[in-house]
């Protein structure tokens, strides 16, 4: 596609439901990053692929949250018995070359935990 | 270690004044510099980027950015705001993974 997908746009979960997260990058890109943006916050890193490989989930707040990028593409976020703390817009981004010298948004995943 | 401050939370002026939104970064390595615009209910658009190259970025919608490593700043200026440059926008530095501000609202009064 012509830019980074996320889906879907928005989710509502229970408090203790299981959610998965979807992102698409722009074809070709080598690097796929995961951030988290609370209300009236600037995005927080999460975690880094480079290709299939996971080369930094430093910023992933707990055990709860799992990502993977298995064929090097497309990228699943997962959070396992959500909290309400974990409610936040997930934004996914994808650059072409290693490292984040110009990284392009997807238009986020508003998770809503009830 | 990598951070960003962007003062204030809010700027607001008024159509067809000067818009200046302020950022000071902090990098343990030569920096790369981004400022991202981000509409309501939308994802991050990249307006402009440093890259150790001119120290004067020019971007898109008429903003640039000027880069002073003595000052350890990045600060966005347009010369006329319009009513369309109402959105929030995001300082970044960029190591290998990004770490932004905490970002400015900026209103535009008619």
């Known amino acids: 596609g012509a830019g980074v997908s996320q889906s879907p746009r928005y989710k509502v979960a229970k408090r203790g439901q299981d959610v998965a997260l979807r992102c698409d990058p722009i074809s070709g890109h080598v690097s796929l990053f995961w951030y988290q943006q609370a209300l009236g916050q600037g995005p927080e890193f999460l975690t880094y692929?480079?290709?299939?490989?996971?080369?930094?989930k430093s910023g992933l707040p707990s055990d709860r949250f799992f990502a993977e990028r298995p064929e090097g593409s497309v990228s699943t976020l997962k959070i396992q018995r959500t909290q309400q703390e974990d409610s936040a817009v997930y934004l996914c981004?994808?650059?072409?070359?290693?490292?984040?010298?110009?990284?392009?948004f997807g238009q986020g995943t508003r998770l809503t935990v009830v | 270690a990598q951070s960003v401050t962007q003062l204030g939370s809010h700027v607001s002026v008024s159509e067809g004044a000067l818009v200046l939104l302020r950022c000071n970064y902090s990098?343990?390595?030569?920096?790369?510099l981004f400022w991202y615009v981000q509409y309501p209910n939308q994802g991050l658009q990249l307006l402009l980027k440093y890259t150790s190259a001119a120290t004067l970025v020019k971007g898109i919608n008429g903003f640039e950015a000027e880069f002073k490593k003595s000052e350890t700043s990045f600060h966005l200026t347009k010369p006329s705001a319009h009513m369309s440059d109402a959105a929030e926008y995001f300082c970044a530095v960029s190591g290998i993974r990004m770490t932004f501000g905490k970002g400015i609202t900026l209103s535009v009064r008619p």
């Open positions: 981004a994808s650059s072409l070359s290693r490292g984040n010298t110009e990284a392009f």
């Open positions: 692929f480079q290709n299939e490989a996971q080369l930094d």
């Open positions: 990098s343990s390595v030569p920096p790369y």
